[in-house]
């Protein structure tokens, strides 16, 4: 399934020309030794995402047609998926959620499908199954875990479910346990070498593309700012990388990549900060932005309200007195002051993050494709190649984010959701307890409530 015949072979490598779908190539026979061009540059057409073509050190032209059709294409389909992208994001945190959870479907069945070998799973009819399995244990404890910090935002629902989410995390567990002893017990003697490969290829899946992929649901609870942020970032690096390299790149960046170009990587870091420092401040001003949300059903239609977090409350700042009298030279005018949102100087520290060190994780991407020979992870997007393709630099920067903003950023509050959750989490006799001195409280403070409360217990 899926044979490449040697004749010709090579010349399509060295030309970067299709030669077949990811499947088939996945299965081809190993390249020659002989063929150091194509082993270099195997089927890495979409990998030079801001370069030209391929090269050591110095990147080559490539054929100025197929240069702007490739153009044209990737430019259409990054419009489309940068509309759709928004309109998500403005139908609110469920839309969003959903998104998130089809991306992690899509691209754990494409890492998935890499280690996939027809020939051997005819004759182990369960191994699909049981990837599917353990993908649905996974999503079910993280998505499990997410519901129960929405469900505190309303307190009737969560009073129900709370026998249920008391035992959530044994009953994952458990869920996980019947999927490995299912493992267990179809080893074949024959292929136990192949099933304990599998079985490893779906854990690392599971760890690089689930559970990372993950803190972007935790950046939502958070605001939608701090999901939407870290994304149109590593958008933007992308976009100008590709730019900056298409019209000025010479100088390959790295040989994983033989199309990245140092021209590109610096352009499109520089435009990324910029880019940053200024949205950061237009999104500020908007509280469907920067409010975590009150419940799964907001859009950037609603009437959101909350208190603001200080790093998105401007602030005034001294101006260095050299650079006030270099920006009265060149401005005709004295500036003494700036008023700047704190949240803007971390955005800079994020824009750094999603310039320099989150396109590794595409590299790191790149590599698979070496190892796996193949050209793209899949061809779902055109001009693109797989959903993979896309999305591969976004896991690391959604780790990255919710680290710098738990560590940095967020402020501890006490609400009345996560009280009453933990109210609920008490026996008869503690709720009670609570209550009465909860109601002692509020009558020695001399609260209305109190004595409503004081009364109605008489009355009964």
């Not at 950061?280 to 509280?287: C, F, K």
Request: aromatic residues 14%.
């Amino acid at each position: 399934m899926g044979r490449v015949t040697k004749k010709g072979s090579t010349a399509n490598m060295q030309s970067g020309e299709n030669i077949g779908s990811p499947t088939k190539l996945r299965h081809r026979k190993p390249i020659d030794n002989g063929s150091t061009a194509a082993a270099k540059g195997d089927y890495d057409e979409n990998d030079g995402d801001d370069g030209q073509g391929k090269g050591a050190g110095i990147v080559p032209q490539e054929d100025t047609k197929k240069k702007w059709r490739n153009w044209r294409q990737r430019t259409t389909f990054t419009f489309l998926m940068i509309a759709g992208f928004f309109t998500v994001i403005a139908l609110g945190p469920l839309s969003t959620m959903l998104m998130v959870l089809c991306l992690q479907v899509l691209i754990y069945r494409e890492v998935i499908s890499l280690s996939s070998v027809p020939k051997k799973e005819r004759d182990l009819p369960w191994s699909r199954a049981m990837n599917a399995y353990f993908l649905i244990c996974l999503e079910y404890y993280l998505y499990g875990e997410n519901m129960h910090r929405a469900l505190k935002r309303h307190p009737w629902l969560e009073a129900h479910l709370q026998p249920f989410f008391a035992h959530h995390r044994f009953i994952s567990f458990s869920l996980y346990l019947i999927g490995f002893v299912w493992f267990v017990s179809t080893l074949r003697k024959g292929y136990y070498r192949f099933q304990m490969g599998q079985f490893a290829w779906t854990h690392m899946a599971l760890g690089l593309v689930v559970v990372q992929s993950q803190y972007m649901i935790e950046n939502i609870f958070e605001g939608i700012f701090w999901f939407f942020l870290p994304i149109a970032l590593v958008i933007v690096n992308d976009i100008f990388a590709y730019v900056f390299g298409f019209f000025f790149g010479r100088h390959q960046l790295i040989e994983l990549s033989p199309k990245k170009t140092w021209e590109g990587y610096i352009g499109g870091g520089v435009t990324t900060m910029m880019f940053g420092f200024v949205f950061t401040a237009m999104l500020s001003d908007w509280p469907f932005m920067y409010c975590p949300p009150p419940n799964l059903h907001m859009t950037a239609f609603s009437n959101v309200t909350c208190e603001k977090n200080p790093v998105f409350v401007p602030q005034e700042y001294r101006v260095p007195a050299a650079l006030s009298a270099a920006l009265s030279v060149v401005l005709k005018r004295h500036i003494a002051t700036v008023t700047i949102r704190p949240v803007q100087f971390h955005s800079l520290a994020i824009s750094a993050f999603a310039s320099l060190i989150a396109p590794f994780g595409g590299f790191f991407a790149s590599g698979v494709k070496r190892a796996f020979n193949i050209k793209d992870f899949g061809n779902s997007i055109p001009g693109h190649g797989g959903v993979t393709d896309r999305f591969d630099c976004q896991f690391i920067m959604a780790v990255f984010s919710h680290s710098y903003y738990s560590s940095f950023i967020k402020v501890s509050t006490v609400t009345v959701g996560g009280l009453f959750s933990s109210f609920l989490s008490l026996n008869s006799e503690k709720q009670m307890e609570l209550y009465h001195s909860i109601q002692e409280y509020l009558q020695s403070t001399g609260s209305a409530v109190g004595e409503a409360a004081s009364a109605a217990a008489g009355a009964a």
